[in-house]
């Protein structure tokens, strides 16, 4: 069966992820909440750190599953179930393998973790059976994703996302029965994350036998030249990974470690707002990935470079508005969400966000690295860019006193400059093609942010007596006003066609 790179596809697939956001913003940001009601502050900042420290074995694992979507789609674009079959079965053994390996290490970083974190006092054993249940999951997972590449490479992200809610609530809805029935502690969410990860993965597994029946588990079909030819671009993905943690992974971590289990547990929700922001963008640039490779394994580089630049135009509009209200109405936000008492957070708010106007803007362009297979020159960018984040961000929360906030600067105001500077240059060197599209976007968003805040900064001024209702009315109007000024004297002819077809599916 074909890979379907149509506009009806892609419509159905923006569609999922965008059903799929609004489900789990709304229910993370309620379990946020509740979980800080429930376990405090300082407790709750162990919940999303756990998750971080767990990731970061990604380092060891990503050269694998990093790699092995862009070469299972262009198998099957190519229509060689043979070698799709080896490329599958090759990265599935080899990252069971792996996985086993590293069940020690997991055991280790959750014992050790007393005396590596700063821990409330009562909450050691907790935390290390959190670290067991979260290590668990991303073991999993990492097996799992092999499965979970047969939605990928056939460009069905409504399967994925459909598998990804069950396993949400599943989540979610474990970890409060169990608060509810034995009183609320911290290893009941470890219980929740374990519970979703093999919820999730046997969703995969169902979807994987619907969408590619001629792959499978085949130990005979393990080829070790095949393996040689995924970690060949895996181990740059590695050298990423590595260099993307150092830059935007450590936050939390050095939040607990420099300021305490108190100031991490603060900084841990305002750093969920950024993660939600990216992931409306993602909503749109994750199902840009697998027309991406269908295209470069057919040889059409203009197309991709015609594709990208597209949705950077398109998606900084979405992103100016985004941030612009977010940034502008911080304090109400998180008066709303947290409580009065977090409102004072707003200034860490707008040092998360606001630098990720580029970070966002520039997102449809990273997949073509991968797609290209050309990592390396961006791997040694980050890994050049690494020791200087973790530099900047320990003289800021030092020397300058700064707190969370020179956490947030030193590490996602490091990482917009370097998307600023290289991003679009390399890849249309990559491509073969002109990058003024590309800056086009990147000043389209900067001025688009600038407008809408300063709007929301006004509104929020002038109608602060008059009370909550009042104020989301007129950030709604603004918005829409906004939408309807970006469609009728931004966008072109062009981009407005190329929406009616996408939102008609033809």
Same mark, same amino acid.
């Given at each position: 069966?074909?890979?379907?790179?149509?506009?009806?596809?892609?419509?159905?697939?923006?569609?999922?992820?965008?059903?799929?956001?609004?489900?789990?913003?709304?229910?993370?940001?309620?379990?946020?909440?509740?979980?800080?009601?429930?376990?405090?502050?300082?407790?709750?900042?162990?919940?999303?750190?756990?998750?971080?420290m767990?990731?970061?074995?990604?380092?060891?694992?990503?050269?694998?599953?990093?790699?092995?979507?862009?070469?299972?789609?262009?198998?099957?674009?190519?229509?060689?179930?043979?070698?799709?079959?080896?490329?599958?079965?090759?990265?599935?053994?080899?990252?069971?393998?792996?996985?086993?390996?590293?069940?020690?290490v997991?055991?280790?970083?959750?014992?050790?973790?007393?005396?590596?974190?700063?821990?409330?006092?009562?909450?050691?054993?907790?935390?290390?059976?959190?670290?067991?249940?979260?290590?668990?999951?991303?073991?999993?997972?990492?097996?799992?994703?092999?499965?979970?590449?047969s939605?990928?490479?056939k460009?069905?992200?409504?399967?994925?996302?459909?598998?990804?809610?069950?396993?949400?609530?599943?989540?979610?809805?474990?970890?409060?029965?169990?608060?509810?029935?034995?009183?609320?502690?911290?290893w009941?969410?470890?219980i929740?994350?374990?519970?979703?990860?093999?919820?999730?993965?046997?969703?995969?597994?169902?979807?994987?036998?619907?969408?590619?029946?001629?792959?499978?588990?085949?130990?005979?079909s393990?080829?070790?030249?095949?393996?040689?030819?995924?970690?060949?671009?895996?181990?740059?993905?590695?050298?990423?990974?590595?260099?993307?943690?150092?830059?935007?992974?450590?936050?939390?971590?050095?939040?607990?470690v420099?300021?305490?289990?108190?100031?991490?547990?603060?900084?841990?929700?305002?750093?969920?707002?950024?993660?939600? !922001?990216? #992931?409306? &963008?993602? +909503?749109?640039?994750?199902? =840009?990935? @697998?027309?991406?490779? $269908?295209?470069?394994? /057919? %040889?059409?580089?203009?197309?991709v470079?015609?594709?990208?630049?597209?949705?950077?135009?398109?998606?900084?509009?979405?992103?100016?508005?985004?941030?612009?209200?977010?940034?502008?109405?911080?304090?109400?936000?998180?008066?709303?969400?947290?409580?009065?008492?977090?409102?004072?957070?707003?200034?860490?708010?707008?040092?998360?966000?606001?630098?990720?106007?580029?970070?966002?803007?520039?997102?449809?362009?990273?997949p073509?690295?991968?797609?290209?297979?050309?990592?390396?020159?961006?791997?040694?960018?980050?890994?050049?860019?690494?020791?200087?984040?973790? !530099?900047? #961000?320990? &003289?800021? +929360?030092?020397?300058?006193? =700064?707190? @969370?906030?020179?956490? $947030?600067?030193?590490? /996602? %105001?490091?990482?917009a400059?370097?998307?600023?500077?290289?991003?679009?240059?390399?890849?249309?060197?990559?491509?073969?093609?002109?990058?003024?599209?590309?800056?086009?976007?990147l000043?389209?968003?900067?001025?688009?942010?600038?407008?809408?805040?300063?709007?929301?900064?006004?509104?929020?001024?002038?109608?602060?007596?008059?009370?909550?209702?009042?104020?989301?009315?007129?950030?709604?109007?603004?918005?829409?006003?906004?939408?309807?000024?970006?469609?009728?004297?931004?966008?072109?002819?062009?981009?407005?066609?190329?929406?009616?077809?996408?939102?008609?599916?033809?």
């Open positions: 069966m074909p890979i379907d790179t149509s506009a009806r596809r892609f419509r159905a697939n923006v569609l999922a992820n965008l059903l799929y956001f609004v489900f789990n913003a709304g229910l993370q940001l309620w379990f946020t909440r509740y979980l800080i009601d429930h376990l405090g502050v300082a407790t709750y900042g162990l919940v999303p750190l756990a998750t971080n767990t990731n970061y074995m990604a380092i060891l694992t990503v050269a694998l599953s990093g790699s092995v979507g862009r070469f299972l789609t262009i198998d099957l674009a190519r229509g060689d179930v043979e070698t799709a079959n080896k490329t599958f079965n090759t990265s599935l053994f080899a990252t069971i393998v792996l996985a086993i390996a590293l069940l020690p997991v055991g280790a970083l959750s014992w050790f973790s007393p005396h590596i974190l700063n821990i409330p006092e009562g909450e050691e054993n907790g935390t290390r059976f959190l670290l067991v249940c979260t290590g668990f999951a991303f073991l999993l997972n990492t097996v799992g994703s092999n499965f979970a590449c939605t990928f490479a460009n069905r992200f409504d399967y994925q996302r459909a598998v990804d809610v069950v396993g949400q609530a599943v989540q979610v809805g474990v970890a409060v029965t169990l608060f509810s029935v034995l009183g609320a502690k911290l009941q969410v470890g929740g994350i374990a519970a979703m990860s093999v919820m999730r993965q046997a969703g995969y597994q169902i979807t994987w036998r619907k969408l590619t029946p001629e792959l499978r588990i085949r130990p005979r393990f080829d070790r030249t095949r393996l040689r030819e995924v970690l060949g671009m895996g181990g740059w993905l590695t050298v990423d990974a590595a260099s993307t943690i150092a830059l935007t992974g450590l936050d939390l971590l050095l939040a607990n420099l300021l305490g289990s108190e100031a991490a547990g603060l900084y841990a929700p305002c750093l969920q707002l950024t993660i939600m !922001a990216r #992931t409306v &963008v993602g +909503v749109f640039t994750s199902v =840009l990935a @697998p027309t991406y490779a $269908a295209a470069l394994g /057919a %040889g059409n580089r203009p197309r470079a015609r594709l990208a630049g597209e949705g950077m135009w398109t998606i900084s509009w979405v992103i100016a508005l985004l941030v612009g209200v977010l940034a502008g109405s911080a304090p109400l936000v998180l008066r709303i969400w947290l409580g009065p008492s977090y409102t004072s957070m707003w200034p860490l708010v707008l040092a998360l966000v606001l630098p990720q106007t580029v970070t966002m803007c520039v997102s449809p362009l990273s073509v690295f991968l797609a290209a297979n050309r990592l390396a020159v961006p791997c040694m960018v980050n890994l050049a860019l690494a020791p200087a984040a973790i !530099a900047l #961000t320990w &003289v800021l +929360v030092g020397a300058a006193g =700064l707190g @969370p906030v020179g956490i $947030a600067l030193g590490t /996602a %105001g490091l990482l400059a370097r998307h600023v500077a290289f991003t679009p240059w390399y890849v249309a060197r990559v491509l073969g093609q002109p990058s003024r599209p590309f800056y086009r976007a000043a389209g968003v900067a001025v688009g942010t600038a407008v809408v805040g300063g709007c929301t900064v006004v509104i929020m001024q002038c109608l602060s007596g008059l009370g909550l209702a009042c104020t989301v009315l007129a950030l709604a109007a603004l918005s829409v006003l906004y939408l309807l000024t970006v469609w009728g004297l931004v966008l072109r002819d062009g981009d407005r066609c190329r929406l009616r077809s996408l939102s008609t599916g033809a």
